[in-house]
């Protein structure tokens, strides 16, 4: 049954986030939750450090974090805002639950995040209806656009 939780905590640690998202290393790419409004926004950062596996190919001189992985942690952010939306914070549910992409879009990288980033994460719901989740926003860092997307997802059993 859909419900709303707008009583949530507003800040969420790695041991929370592990409760709800099934991504483990090296695709977990949300490090800390620092603003949640059910059914309207979300704030998260991922610290990006030169130990990230993807630096040993991308670029071994030059070190870029990549900006699908970028848009990979915007849409786990998503993913986050949208299950604690309609279940609160729920880890038995959260078991039985997925969060897939559907599309990916308005995608703009403006600029290369390197080690040392603090990588943040600015999404907020643009529509939603049921299981179907629209949101939208920016990746920052110093408080600067790095990149920006538009995500639609859909929440489906894990099976």
């Known amino acids: 049954m859909e419900q709303s939780h707008q009583n949530l905590q507003s800040q969420f640690f790695i041991e929370h ?3 709800i998202l099934p991504h483990r290393y090296p ?14 926004k979300i704030a998260a950062y991922k610290n990006i450090t030169f130990n990230e ?9 030059k070190p870029i974090f990549p900006g699908v992985l970028i848009v990979e942690g915007m849409a786990q952010t998503g993913g986050f805002l949208a299950f604690t939306s309609l279940w ?9 639950k997925i969060v897939y992409f559907m599309t990916i879009d308005k995608v ?6 390197t080690p040392g980033d603090k990588l943040e994460y600015h999404l907020e719901v643009l529509k939603h ?29 894990r099976d």
């Open 17 to 19: 986030i592990l409760q």
């Open 27 to 40: 695709m977990l790419l949300v490090d800390r939750i620092t603003e949640l409004q059910a059914n309207k």
């Open 53 to 61: 596996d993807v630096f040993n190919g991308h670029f071994p001189n």
């Open 88 to 96: 609160g914070f729920d880890p038995e549910i959260a078991k039985t």
């Open 108 to 113: 703009k990288f403006r600029t290369p995040v």
């Open 129 to 157: 209806k049921g299981m179907i989740w629209q949101v939208g926003g920016t990746a920052q860092v110093d408080g600067k656009v790095v990149a920006e997307a538009e995500l639609k997802a859909m929440i489906a059993e």
